[in-house]
Structure formats: C-alpha cells, structure tokens
Nanobody, 125 residues
C-alpha cells in the first residue's frame, strides 16, 4: 500500500519560517500531482499549493492567493517527496497542513488520491 508521511510542523512566531516535507512510500509506479492543503479550526480544508510534474520535462505550480509570494512548493521526484517552504508566516496561517498525492500503483490501474495524516502549524503573534 501507499503511505504519505508529513513532517516539519511546529510552533513559530509571526514572520518566521517553516519547511514541511511529505514523503510517499509503498508500491508506486508514478506520482502525478502533489499538493498541500490546510484546515483551520472551524473552517473548511483549503488548497494551499500544488505541483504537477510533466512526463517529459518541467513542472507547473499553483498557489492560493493568500500564500503567493510567501510559500514555495517543490518536489523531489526521485524521492517521491513534496516540500512546502513557508516564509513570513502569519497567525492566520495556523492550521493542520495535509499533503496529498495522485499516485498510480501499477501501469494498468487508475491513479488514486492519497492523503497524509496532517501536521500542525501554529503561528503566534
């Protein structure tokens, strides 16, 4: 089976930085899109950023307006790992951050969207 394991959350003061990591492991043929979502207390889960690697070359990224210019998503395809570098953090960034990945386990199966268990990010004012 496939597992997504997140790390890097914690407590930071406003204006600080954190780097989240999410590694996919298990039976994997190909990882398509990978992304980060977050859910604050009492709010719906929202997209933070995602990244799609092309089959031949390059990758494309997408960010929520609220994090553009402060957060950077990247991935290491050899390690099936996605990162989220978060800078200039604000209290409103406080949430549980979840990674997800669209993963194909065999060449003749459809991809499936997997989720990590979540990691808490708390930004104090």
């Amino acid at each position: 089976q496939v597992q997504l394991v997140e790390s890097g959350g914690g407590l930071v003061q406003a204006g600080g930085s954190l780097r989240l990591s999410c590694a996919a492991s298990g039976r994997i043929v190909r990882v398509n899109a990978m992304g980060w979502y977050r859910q604050a207390p009492g709010k719906q889960r929202e997209l933070v950023a995602n990244i799609i690697s092309g089959i031949t070359s390059g990758s494309s990224t997408h960010y929520a307006d609220s994090v553009k210019g402060r957060f950077t998503i990247s991935r290491d395809n050899a390690k099936n790992t996605v990162y989220l570098q978060m800078s200039r953090l604000q209290p409103e960034d406080t949430a549980v951050y979840y990674c997800n990945a669209d993963i194909r386990q065999t060449y003749d199966s459809n991809p499936y969207l997997y989720w990590g268990q979540g990691t808490q990010v708390t930004v104090s004012s």
